[in-house]
């Protein structure tokens, strides 16, 4: 945000979505088995991370330059279908939202993580919520947990911004073989 990343209108048409998707998709978990969302992921994980790699045209950095589609279809869809994805899997979510906004709107890899941050956490805000009503959450595993992923966010971000797009592409595929190496194993046991 004090390096003026974020797209705050980008940011105003999803929001609301992003929450709504988490809130579903925890009370989905709820009821259904992690099993069958992992090994649907575990296909999608190499499709995206390749998708990410392939040259792109123009990337947008201003408002300006999304279209009344970007804005009123795309950016909605794709925070309530990630958020969905949050509150009912989570794990790369915020991955999964750079990727979104970097293949579907042609973000720049810098301002998709960047938006992807204020998205991510209205869909953990929700899903905390829901979960915290169901009596499932573990507060002496989680806020640790919680404290330690602020740090990480902060230090991640300055070196995104110092080091660029191409630091950003390397850093998400190693993220992707980390995420799909403990699916595979999660799934195994």
Do not use: H
Not at 92 to 117: D, E, R, V
Request: net charge positive; aromatic share 14%; hydrophobic share 55%.
């Amino acid at each position: 945000m004090r390096n003026g990343k974020v797209i705050w209108k980008i940011a105003g048409f999803g929001l609301a979505f992003s929450l709504i998707g988490s809130i579903i998709g925890t009370k989905a978990i709820l009821l259904v088995d992690q099993n069958t969302t992992a090994k649907i992921i575990i296909f999608m994980l190499p499709i995206t991370a390749v998708v990410t790699f392939l040259p792109r045209n123009r990337l947008k950095t201003s408002i300006s330059e999304f279209s009344k589609k970007d804005l009123y279809l795309y950016t909605p869809l794709l925070c309530l279908v990630i958020g969905l994805y949050d509150g009912f899997f989570g794990p790369g979510t915020g991955t999964f939202l750079i990727f979104g906004f970097y293949i579907f709107l042609g973000l720049n890899l810098i301002n998709a993580s960047a938006i992807s941050k204020v998205f991510n956490l209205a869909s953990n805000a929700g899903s905390f919520v829901t979960f915290a009503f169901a009596g499932k959450v573990l507060y002496g595993i989680g806020i640790p947990i919680a404290l330690s992923n602020l740090a990480g966010g902060y230090l991640g971000s300055i070196l995104a911004i110092k080091r660029g797009q191409q630091f950003i592409k390397i850093f998400l595929l190693i993220v992707f073989a980390i995420l799909f190496v403990t699916l595979i194993l999660r799934i195994g046991k």
